[in-house]
C-alpha cells in the first residue's frame, strides 16, 4: 500500500521556520518527482515546490522562492520543505505528493501526481 505522510505542521510566528517530512512507503520513491502543494481555506490547492529524482531539477512558486527549500533523501524515502521567513498568508494545509513518471521539468499541476499525503497543517500568526 503506497502512502504519503506528512509531518512537522504546527503554530509558528510570522518570520519564524519550520520544517515538513514526508515519509513515502509502499514502493520506491527514487525515480519519482517529489511536490508540496498547499491549500488555504477557501481557495484552490496550489503549488509550492518540486524536486525531481536527480536533484538538479528544482522549481518554487514564486510566492516562496528564496524562503522555502525542498530537499530529498532517496535512501530514506524521504522529502522535506524547509520554510523560512514565514508569513501569514503561509497559512495553509500542506501536501507531500509524487509523481512516478518522473517528469523533468516537474509538474505545477494537481493531476500531475498521482500519490498523495494526507497533508500537514500549518498556522502562521501575525
Known amino acids: 500500500q503506497v502512502q504519503l505522510v506528512e509531518s512537522g505542521g504546527g503554530l509558528v510566528q510570522a518570520g519564524g521556520s519550520l520544517r515538513l517530512s514526508c515519509a513515502a512507503s509502499?514502493?520506491?520513491?527514487?525515480?519519482?518527482?517529489m511536490a508540496w502543494f498547499r491549500q488555504a481555506p477557501g481557495k484552490e490547492r496550489e503549488f509550492v515546490a518540486a524536486r525531481g529524482w536527480s536533484g538538479g531539477n528544482t522549481d518554487y512558486a514564486d510566492s516562496v522562492k528564496g524562503r522555502f527549500t525542498i530537499s530529498r533523501d532517496n535512501a530514506k524515502n524521504t522529502v522535506y520543505l524547509q520554510m523560512n521567513s514565514l508569513k501569514p498568508e503561509d497559512t495553509a494545509v500542506y501536501y507531500c505528493?509524487?509523481?512516478?513518471?518522473?517528469?523533468?521539468?516537474?509538474?505545477?499541476?494537481?493531476?500531475?501526481?498521482?500519490?498523495w499525503g494526507q497533508g500537514t497543517q500549518v498556522t502562521v500568526s501575525s
Open positions: 505528493t509524487a509523481d512516478p513518471s518522473g517528469r523533468i521539468p516537474p509538474g505545477r499541476r494537481r493531476y500531475d501526481y498521482a500519490y
Open positions: 509502499g514502493r520506491t520513491f527514487s525515480t519519482d518527482t
